[in-house]
């Protein structure tokens, strides 16, 4: 089974520059999360959705963060514009459903520095 | 809101020897709980999980974790620690209630010396 696929892997950009993440789940999951995680603290949830609708998108800045999911099945992620703290891994994770306690698989991540 | 608190964002342990990670949860009702484990270069992994039923949970690897409500607790243990060990632990709490939403803890780095 392949399993979450993000890219790119690493990206450097300059502050106020725009950058897009790309997020492929695994097939046939219905629900897809996007983390933020910054270096010496735990991901943190940016934003959440089942099939292409948002379910969760509370801790979104949504001044410069905006994310799609269109045909429920691959997401992308955008900054616009970039700033110095943006610097982050950017977890992508996808469960079967919206389950409670139901498992999240995780891509490798695309590590974001914002110079 | 739900949160979670791990103890000691670095351990070390000998190879041979017990690990204990600890985790302590904040949330109104009991909720779901997971630990996670992040290898260098890798995406996190699901190690073990606690819904309902018998709050002893055995994970992959030889991880076992149990649940103490009295204790707001979730530690993660291990007998006898592998080198292959070494990685990041992440605690987890998702609500019982509604949809899941997970909340993760900090992070504990387990070193394991030879």
């Known amino acids: 089974e392949a399993g979450v696929a993000q890219s790119p892997r690493y990206k450097i950009i300059e502050k106020r520059q725009s950058v897009a993440f790309w997020c492929n789940p695994i097939?046939?999951?219905?629900?897809l999360y996007w983390y933020q995680q910054i270096l010496g603290q735990g991901p943190k949830l940016l934003i959440q959705?089942?099939?292409?609708?948002?379910?969760?998108d509370s801790q979104l800045p949504k001044d410069r963060f905006s994310a799609e999911r269109l045909k429920g099945v691959d997401s992308t992620l955008k900054i616009q514009p970039a700033k110095l703290e943006d610097s982050a891994v950017y977890l992508c994770?996808?469960?079967?459903?919206?389950?409670?306690?139901?498992?999240?698989?995780f891509g490798s991540g695309t590590q974001l520095s914002v110079l | 809101a739900q949160s979670v608190t791990q103890l000691g964002s670095h351990v070390s342990v000998s190879e041979g020897a017990l690990v204990l990670l600890r985790c302590n949860y904040s949330?109104?009702?009991?909720?779901?709980l997971f630990w996670y484990v992040q290898y260098p270069n890798q995406g996190l992994q699901l190690l073990l999980k606690?819904?309902?039923?018998?709050?002893l949970v055995k994970g992959i690897n030889g991880f076992e974790a149990e649940f103490k409500k009295s204790e707001t607790s979730f530690h993660l243990t291990k007998p006898s620690a592998h080198m292959s060990d070494a990685a990041e632990y992440f605690c987890?709490?998702?609500?019982?209630?509604?949809?899941?939403?997970?909340?993760f803890g900090i992070g504990t780095k387990l070193q394991v010396i030879p």
């Open positions: 959705f089942q099939n292409n609708g948002v379910v969760d």
């Open positions: 097939s046939g999951h219905a629900t």
């Open positions: 606690y819904t309902t039923g018998a709050t």
């Open positions: 994770a996808s469960s079967l459903v919206r389950k409670r306690g139901e498992k999240l698989f």
């Open positions: 987890a709490v998702s609500p019982s209630g509604g949809y899941q939403k997970v909340t």
């Open positions: 949330s109104s009702v009991p909720p779901y």
